[in-house]
């Protein structure tokens, strides 16, 4: 099993930042490839950031390329997610998501979330 704390959320006004932290535990964290997901009020859960076991290969939704950066500390078991430039539809509950490196498919692994709201 792997544990996934997320936190780092809060309100801000447009065009403010803010960084999401992801603390893993109980497997290898250099094992697994995260991802940050994210729910908005009424709409589905989507996609929003990956970075690989590595940290070498990233990838990002288009709503959100060039304002988000996702990053990761193998050593600290920790992935981040900097968000700059933050827009009202930027709100949403925040999810960190892990998978085994190598598998394809949905992700195992989820933490309980953390809220972003952005106000205009």
């Known amino acids: 099993q792997v544990q996934l704390v997320e936190s780092g959320g809060g309100s801000v006004q447009t065009g403010g930042s803010l960084r999401l932290s992801c603390a893993a535990s109980?497997?290898?964290?250099?094992?697994?490839?995260m991802a940050w997901f994210r729910q908005a009020p009424g709409k589905e859960r989507e996609f929003v950031s990956t970075?690989?076991?590595?940290?070498?290969?990233?990838f990002y939704a288009d709503s959100v390329k060039g304002r988000f950066t996702i990053s990761r500390d193998n050593a600290k078991n920790t992935v981040y997610m900097q968000m700059n430039s933050l827009k009202p539809e930027d709100t949403a509950v925040y999810y960190c998501?892990?998978?085994?490196?190598?598998?394809?498919?949905?992700?195992?692994?989820w933490g309980q979330g953390t809220r972003v709201t952005v106000s205009s």
């Open positions: 109980g497997r290898p964290f250099n094992n697994y490839n």
């Open positions: 970075i690989s076991w590595s940290g070498d290969t990233t």
């Open positions: 998501a892990a998978k085994y490196r190598g598998t394809r498919g949905n992700y195992d692994y």
